[in-house]
C-alpha cells in the first residue's frame, strides 16, 4: 500500500500531471493511486523525487497498537 493519493490530493497535484512527468500512461499512475498495482522501488523514488519529498512518505506504515 502506498500514499500517493493522500500526498497528491495535499500539493492539490493532479495525476494527469504526475503521469506526464513519469513519462507513463494515466492508467498506470490511476493503479499506482488506487492501489491496485504497486510502483517499482525505482518508480517509488521517482515519483518522491517528482513531488520533492522522501519516499517514505509515499509508504504506509502499520503502526503497532
Known amino acids: 500500500m502506498n500514499r500517493i493519493k493522500e500526498v497528491l490530493e495535499e500539493k492539490g497535484i493532479k495525476q494527469v ?11 498506470t499512475v490511476n493503479g499506482y493511486v488506487q492501489n491496485r498495482t504497486q510502483p517499482s522501488l525505482e518508480t517509488l523514488y521517482e515519483i518522491a523525487t517528482i ?5 517514505k512518505e509515499l509508504l504506509v506504515t502499520k503502526e503497532k497498537r
Open 51 to 55: 513531488l520533492n519529498i522522501d519516499a
Open 17 to 27: 500531471w504526475l503521469a506526464e512527468q513519469l513519462g507513463k500512461s494515466f492508467n
